[in-house]
Nanobody
């Protein structure tokens, strides 16, 4: 089970750190991803991390402002959001691809089979 938290209301230019804690089993071989969905829009890939290697991949449009990381000991993945803009307002979801060879990065939501409940990020102008 994935539990996301850390969202909130922040002014443009501010920062937030989202957390996604996993319970039940370790994430050692998974691909972990963050997605977001704004009202009326499709779910959008943000970033992913290979849990075992720690290597990361980002949506081009978000690279440089957002950082994904993980803490093995806490079985938690993070998403640091910096220089936030009003267009970053969305519900942010963490997800896991549990059957994962470790080779490729995946950006399509439908290949991830475990999802957290989402956490709302609202950026005011």
């Amino acid at each position: 089970q994935l539990q996301a938290c850390g969202g909130g209301l922040v002014q443009a230019g501010g920062s937030l750190r989202l957390s996604c804690a996993a319970s039940g089993r370790t994430l050692s071989s998974y691909l972990m991803g963050w997605f977001r969905q704004a009202p009326g829009k499709e779910r959008e890939f943000v970033a992913c991390i290979k849990w075992s290697a720690g290597s990361t991949y980002y949506a081009d449009s978000l690279k440089g402002r957002f950082t994904i990381s993980r803490d093995n000991a806490k079985n938690t993945v993070y998403l640091q959001l910096n220089s936030l803009k009003p267009e970053d307002t969305a519900v942010y979801y963490c997800a896991a691809k549990t059957v994962y060879s470790g080779t490729y990065y995946y950006t399509a939501p439908n290949v991830y089979d475990r999802w957290g409940q989402g956490t709302q990020v609202t950026v005011s102008s």
